[in-house]
């Protein structure tokens, strides 16, 4: 008996074996195994019916083995007649404005749809009907218009190859193959600064376009395209592909170019910039040096005062300080040159008098004018009278004269 008075207290249940409780364990995993199969079957039932309802064929679905009891059949709900692929819901075609570029983009879109939804269309008139209510814009709509101007769908296109040649005949390109032929063997597809993507990915649709299949002249065609640069590193590369495997080609430029463009980011370096008012002002360091060592006298002489009358000093007016920035006024013939580089003989500028090119008067003359000219010399010499002889020139006067 405590302080706060007698309780009852509960009495502990008895212990239990090992074995005892290696039983009830395997009672109760066995009750759980049998819960859970029993909810299995229960949700293959329900995944059943919800496809039957989705399909829309009863017929398909089938009791399940359970240990629940079976559900009383209820009616099924009125389903749409089966077609293939009818759980499919494919996407329309985009609205079409008559465009010879995108004719034959938006037809693959139109077949690719009829294809995904057998069964749809009653009759081909109900196809041709449905395609013309995507042509809205552009030429397409005139076209839909001329449609209608003959009274009917009917007739318009009796048959679905009649619409078929006419929209073809209409929407498509005169003759796609050549045209992407001809582009191939000119200058038009380079790659011209493009990335390496747009240009692989517009070589390949010209070369569907083109029917190409030789893959030597694929290779090549390729690499007359490509960027110079990217083409001589492909040239010097180890472990070249095959010159006939183009797709393999295109796969190692794909590599070659993202290595390049990797290389270019990585040895690209720049100095940081700062601003100039937000720029550090580093300490330079001064040595102290010692101040020179000047004589002095111990007492300045002291001159004797002189005594004059006062005089007026006029002082010179001050000459206002410039503002930071503005240049000093110089006179400009201050900073010509002291030398003259013209030419003493031409007067020329460009050159000196020993590099003139008319320092040698030169002239180019026939030699019948030679002739001439020395004839002309000759009659003159004739003309002029001789001169007589000067005594100082007599050989005997001077004899004359050393003999005195």
């Avoid at 496809?51 to 679905?61: E, F, M, R, V």
């Avoid at 380079?190 to 376009?209: C, H, M, P």
């Avoid at 490509?226 to 010097?236: A, E, V």
Wanted: glycine residues 4%.
């Amino acid at each position: 008996m405590s302080e706060f008075g007698d309780f009852d207290t509960p009495s502990s249940p008895p212990a239990l074996t090992p074995e005892e409780r290696l039983a009830s364990l395997e009672t109760t995993i066995s009750a759980l195994s049998h819960t859970q199969t029993s909810n299995s079957a229960t949700l293959d039932r329900i995944s059943s019916l919800l496809d039957t309802l989705i399909l829309g064929n009863p017929s398909a679905a089938s009791p399940a083995a359970s240990t629940t009891p079976a559900t009383p059949a209820q009616p099924s709900p009125t389903s749409p007649p089966p077609r293939s692929g009818s759980h499919i819901w494919p996407s329309p075609p985009p609205t079409y404005d008559g465009a010879r570029s995108g004719g034959r983009a938006f037809w693959n879109a139109c077949q690719l749809y009829f294809s995904l939804t057998t069964g749809q269309f009653t009759d081909d008139h109900a196809r041709i009907s449905w395609v013309l209510s995507f042509m809205q814009h552009g030429r397409a709509a005139d076209f839909v218009g001329r449609v209608f101007q003959c009274g009917s769908v009917k007739r318009a296109f009796p048959t679905w190859d009649d619409f078929v040649s006419n929209f073809e005949k209409e929407f498509f390109l005169f003759d796609e193959v050549a045209d992407a032929a001809l582009i191939l063997e000119s200058t038009v597809y380079f790659q011209n600064g493009r990335t390496i993507d747009e240009y692989i990915d517009s070589f390949k649709a010209l070369w569907v376009k083109a029917d190409y299949l030789d893959g030597r002249h694929l290779v090549l065609k390729f690499r007359r395209g490509m960027d110079p640069k990217l083409s001589k590193r492909l040239s010097i590369t180890t472990g070249r592909p095959n010159d006939s495997k183009i797709e393999d080609w295109l796969a190692i430029a794909r590599s070659q170019d993202f290595i390049m463009r990797t290389e270019e980011d990585f040895h690209r370096w720049t100095p940081p910039t700062i601003p100039s008012a937000s720029r550090p002002t580093a300490l330079v360091p001064v040595h102290p040096v010692a101040p020179a060592l000047h004589w002095r006298p111990s007492a300045q002489p002291v001159a004797p005062a002189r005594v004059s009358a006062p005089t007026h000093v006029a002082h010179a007016p001050r000459v206002p300080a410039l503002s930071p920035g503005v240049p000093m006024d110089i006179d400009r013939f201050t900073g010509r040159p002291v030398r003259d580089d013209k030419c003493r003989r031409c007067k020329q500028p460009g050159h000196f008098w020993r590099d003139c090119p008319l320092r040698f008067d030169v002239r180019h003359i026939m030699p019948e004018e030679l002739d001439e000219l020395i004839m002309q010399l000759l009659a003159r010499k004739d003309a002029i009278p001789a001169e007589p002889t000067p005594e100082s020139a007599d050989p005997t006067a001077l004899a004359t004269e050393e003999d005195f």
